[in-house]
Antibody, heavy 116, light 112 residues
Framework: EVQLVQSGAEVKKPGATVKISCKIS????????RHWVQQAPGKGLEWVGL????????MYAEKFQGRVTITADTSTDTAYMELRSLRSEDTAVYYC?????????WGQGTLVTVSS | IVMTQTPLSLSVTPGQPASISCKSS???????????LSWYLQRPGQSPQLLIF???SRFSGVPERFSGSGSGTDFTLKISRVEAEDVGVYYC??????????FGGGTKVEIK
């Protein structure tokens, strides 16, 4: 069974950095990309970016470019998303997911709250 | 690419059909011959789950009452007979242009 288990909720101050993890099990880790998707409270889904675990190549949505870094550790089958210079608009649930051109399996989500 | 879903919300009697439209601002037909349009359901309080990929392929474990169709820029998700567990928000998503993956705004489905 494919499982994606994300790290717990975070509360950060404006300007801080958050790093979320996503542990994947149940299939060959390097098979698919690792995506990250943002969902602000009461809003829809917004794609953040992805990493190819096979070679570490990353792609980011223009909105997050320069503030986000997505990585994959093949030794622990874990993907990470680091978001810097946090602002109140970054308050959201962040989901990791696997897949190539479409996320198929999703994690349970991690709530990041940015508040002074 | 802008993904436009209609309607914004839908109230359906159990056992009746439902249909959601998704239009893209550009063709989703890739040069490899595939069309990268997928559909997701997000039930209340849950993570999104994949229903349909590449326009019409049902993901593992998805009931047959869900079907997808369309081509180019116009796509439709149909539920042949809505059940109580189908309540939630449905999203379409295009994956043709990496890194510009985009989702539709969502369609909320409720039971009458």
């Amino acid at each position: 069974e494919v499982q994606l288990v994300q790290s717990g909720a975070e509360v950060k101050k404006p300007g801080a950095t958050v790093k979320i993890s996503c542990k994947i099990s149940g299939f060959t880790f390097t098979d698919n990309y690792r995506h990250w998707v943002q969902q602000a409270p009461g809003k829809g889904l917004e794609w953040v970016g992805l990493v190819d675990p096979e070679d570490g190549e990353t792609m980011y949505a223009e909105k997050f470019q320069g503030r986000v870094t997505i990585t994959a550790d093949t030794s622990t089958d874990t993907a990470y998303m680091e978001l810097r210079s946090l602002r109140s608009e970054d308050t959201a649930v962040y989901y990791c997911a696997t897949g190539l051109r479409f996320p198929d399996y999703w994690g349970q989500g991690t709530l990041v709250t940015v508040s002074s | 690419i802008v993904m436009t879903q209609t309607p914004l919300s839908l109230s359906v009697t159990p056992g009746q059909p439902a249909s959601i439209s998704c239009k893209s601002s550009q063709s989703l037909l890739h040069s490899d011959g595939e069309t990268y349009l997928s559909w997701y359901l997000q039930r209340p309080g849950q993570s999104p789950q994949l229903l349909i990929f590449e326009v019409s392929s049902r993901f593992s474990g998805v009931p047959e009452r869900f079907s997808g169709s369309g081509s180019g820029t116009d796509f439709t998700l149909k539920i042949s007979r809505v059940e109580a567990e189908d309540v939630g928000v449905y999203y379409c998503m295009q994956g043709i242009h990496l890194p510009r993956i985009t989702f539709g705004g969502g369609t909320k489905v409720e039971i009458k």
